[in-house]
């Protein structure tokens, strides 16, 4: 995050994911002032919801 590099792309088809819990406190930098904090694992054919604070 942050970077104003070019950057490749890798496309992937993914098995599991990781849900998380985040908020969008973000410094003058730019950089995340909290952690994100690991909640569980999903397997990917599992509905995401995405919540905004």
């Known amino acids: 995050m942050g970077s104003r590099d070019v950057l490749d792309v ?3 088809r993914p098995e599991l994911v990781a ?3 985040a ?3 973000v410094d003058r ?3 995340l002032r909290h952690p ?3 909640k569980r694992l999903a ?3 599992r509905a995401v ?3 905004s604070a």
Do not use: Y
Request: glycine share 14%; aromatic share 4%; proline share 0%.
């Open 10 to 12: 890798a496309l992937v």
């Open 23 to 25: 908020d969008r406190a």
């Open 43 to 45: 397997e990917c054919g």
């Open 19 to 21: 849900e998380v819990s």
């Open 36 to 38: 994100m904090r690991f």
């Open 49 to 51: 919801v995405i919540r």
């Open 29 to 31: 930098g730019g950089v």
